[in-house]
């Protein structure tokens, strides 16, 4: 933390990149890997197709990323989002169950609006053109939708003092549940469906039927509004 309050503006954003381009990296692996390890068939026949442009937009994506992470430096050296690290462990467990319950119904919403006709065609529609999914699929993102999410967290993260070890569990649990949701394999067992767990299944039934399955961590929002669909 003292380091950080000492670097320059340049040198966050370099920090931030360098960060942002190893998740990136770490989650085309993850995908990767388990895609080549687990046994279980694939939810649809093919994955979609690899393409430049989506490759191209990717980085956009991590780009992006890294802006929504400086400006999160930025809050955070003008006290804005403050940090209180002297906490339990089962406060910092409760904390992490907190803000992925909170930013799931946040998201829920956001992901909601972005399925409104208009909206959709001008900024979500491109990441649908992934009817099936491939090691890509997470980061192929309007810079819109990319910088909504962001903002989403940093709103949470402003209105409590969280641990730092919470928020940054948080972040790789957001992206490795992220990676997960975008297989074209089940990663979950049968029964996780059964405890609102947002499976593979799950989010690849939202490709397939976008007026369903908004959630991301759980489905317990669709069930509560009405758009789960097995």
Known sequence: MYYLEKISWLESLLLSLISNVFLYLFSIGLYLFIDKTCSKDKIQEKDHPFSKSDLYLSFITVFINALVMLIGVFLWKFQLIQLNNNKSIITIILEIVIITLVMDLLMYFFHYLAHIPLIYKII?????????????????????????????????????????????TYLILNLIWGTIGHLNREFFPNWAQKIYIGTSKFHNQHHLNNQKNFGFYTSIWDRILGTYKK
């Open 124 to 168: 979500h529609q491109k990441h649908h053109e992934h009817i099936s999914t491939n090691q890509l699929s997470l980061f192929v993102l309007h810079p819109f939708e990319t910088f909504g999410f962001g903002t989403l967290m940093l709103l949470v993260f402003i209105t409590y003092p969280f641990s730092m070890i919470s928020i940054i």
